[in-house]
């Protein structure tokens, strides 16, 4: 598209007007942390001006400089034109009031676990300040280990991925925590090559999406590393390996907690033999399942 030029523009207003029509007119899709193409134009302007991202009002009449109108609408084309998520533009992404950095080579922090650790996964928990050992899977960006940390304040958290490229932003976010010296990262291929000890809990938010699903992903869902997203032809691949597993793991009164999306109707199937808890979250009653180390230590003896 022909962009106009800078001196069409001269307020905030002006650019988040010229981007809301963009967006909608690209038709954009808005799964990244932003709803709509609102919500998304506001974020990337104020975020792209150093502002604060939510004081929007007093700032909407505000003359530009010539060269901030260049800059924001060079970022408005970008998200446009290329359909890149707007965390990778920013290389910022917000979770339940965390910020993380991000940039292409790790997924963009989005998850329903997040809204339940920041509750320490009431009533499930019963003495959160007893909870001194946490096992975190496929972590990318580290952000739900960070959470994790933070809100088990007597916890080490071990963060596992195989993902060199997420592991170094993960190290990034957590040096940004200043908590090096209780989440630690390793470089693993899930339970292989973890320190050789048990876990209260252990939190994933694993690959899950299902190959038909993968194949109709909207194009800024292509700037996502796949290995992150990709979890085989029902989404359970990686589940299934994670949950045979887990009972070895896990100390007697322990929990494994899992993210599955919209798969809920594949995990029902892939695991028929144990009856999975549902937790409720803002997206649902079906985004996130519980399994107890009693019922995981009988599958593996099964």
Not at 123 to 147: F, N, R
Request: glycine share 6%; net charge negative.
């Amino acid at each position: 598209m022909n962009t106009p030029h800078a001196s069409t523009f001269s307020t905030v207003r002006d650019l988040l007007r010229y981007a809301v029509t963009r967006f909608n007119r690209e038709k954009l899709f808005f799964g990244h942390g932003s709803e709509n193409a609102w919500d998304e134009a506001v974020f990337l302007i104020l975020h792209t001006l150093s502002l604060p991202l939510d004081e929007l009002d007093p700032f909407l009449d505000a003359k530009l400089l010539p060269e901030e109108i260049e800059n924001v609408v060079n970022i408005i084309d970008r998200r446009a034109d290329e359909r890149i998520p707007a965390a990778y533009l920013t290389n910022e992404a917000f979770l339940q009031g965390y910020s993380f950095y991000v940039e292409k080579g790790v997924i963009i922090p989005r998850s329903f676990l997040a809204e339940l650790i920041v509750e320490q996964f009431s009533p499930w928990i019963i003495d959160p300040e007893g909870v001194t050992d946490i096992l975190e899977l496929c972590t990318g960006s580290g952000c739900l280990a960070i959470m994790l940390a933070d809100v088990f304040e007597n916890a080490t958290v071990d963060a596992v991925e195989l993902s060199p490229a997420a592991l170094g932003i993960a190290q990034t976010n957590i040096n940004n925590y200043q908590l090096k010296d209780r989440v630690k990262l390793h470089h693993a291929d899930l339970y292989d090559g973890i320190p050789d000890k048990q876990y209260q809990l252990i939190v994933t938010n694993p690959p899950y999406v299902n190959q038909s699903s993968m194949d109709d992903l909207p194009p800024e869902y292509m700037h996502e590393p796949q290995m992150a997203l990709a979890g085989g032809f029902d989404g359970m691949d990686i589940v299934r390996r994670i949950v045979r597993t887990a009972g070895e793991k896990l100390t007697d009164d322990g929990l494994l907690i899992v993210e599955i999306g919209n798969e809920a109707e594949n995990a029902i199937a892939a695991f028929p033999e144990l009856e999975l808890t549902w937790l409720s979250t803002s997206g649902g009653d079906d985004r996130v399942f519980l399994l107890t180390a009693e019922q995981l230590k009988g599958l593996g003896k099964a």
